[in-house]
Antibody, heavy 125, light 108 residues
């Protein structure tokens, strides 16, 4: 069974950094990418970026460029998301999700499944 | 980046009703459109990918349609457990993905 298990809640001060982990099991880790999604309290889903577990290629949403780094450790099937220069607006639940795919004809379709359980990051002085 | 706009932002319906949620993209995305359901305190769950393909295990009362820029999620015969927030997501710009702002569904 495919699972993503994230690290526990964090409390950080403004200006600090946080690193969230996402451990995968039940599938070949380097065959898929991982995306990260932020959800502020009472708000919608915001895509942060993507990393290939195969070669480490990344693609970050513009609003996080320069502040986020996504990495993977294939030896432990774990993905990481580090967010720096935290501010109060970064208080949110952060999710990792496997970027799954399938082919319909010659076309590849991607979606997020499964998701991790989410990690609450609270930024407060 | 492709922007996704959902409507309505919220709706209220009764058990047994049929409801439709609309998602519009700022540029054509063919049928690279996914739908998710999120219940309070839980991670989102995939319902539909490629605009109309039902994910395994998802009840058949859920269906999706559309292509180009306009898409719909329909739930037939609403059940109490369908109370949730629904999000569309484009995967045309892979590996850049964007979500709609969500539609909160309340069961009367």
């Amino acid at each position: 069974q495919v699972h993503l298990v994230q690290s526990g809640p964090e409390v950080k001060k403004p200006g600090a950094s946080v690193k969230v982990s996402c451990k995968a099991s039940g599938y070949s880790f380097d065959n898929y990418g991982i995306s990260w999604v932020r959800q502020a309290p009472g708000q919608g889903l915001e895509w942060m970026g993507w990393i290939s577990a195969y070669n480490g290629d990344t693609n970050y949403a513009q609003q996080f460029q320069g502040r986020v780094t996504m990495t993977t450790d294939t030896s432990t099937s774990t993905a990481y998301m580090e967010l720096r220069s935290l501010r109060s607006e970064d208080t949110a639940v952060f999710y990792c999700a496997r970027v799954s795919f399938n082919f319909i004809g010659v076309f590849q379709y991607n979606w997020f499944d499964p998701w991790g359980q989410g990690t609450l990051v609270t930024v407060s002085s | 980046d492709t922007q996704m706009t959902q409507s309505p932002s919220s709706l209220s319906a009764s058990v047994g009703d049929r409801i439709t949620i609309t998602c519009r993209s700022s540029q054509t995305i063919n049928n690279y459109l996914n739908w998710y359901q999120q219940k309070p305190g839980k991670a989102p769950k995939l319902l539909i990918y490629a605009a109309s393909t039902l994910q395994s295990g998802v009840p058949s009362r859920f269906s999706g349609s559309g292509s180009g820029t306009d898409f719909t999620l329909t739930i037939n015969s609403l059940q109490p457990e369908d109370c949730a927030t629904y999000y569309c997501q484009q995967s045309y710009d892979t590996p850049r993905y964007t979500f709609g702002q969500g539609t909160k569904l309340e069961i009367k």
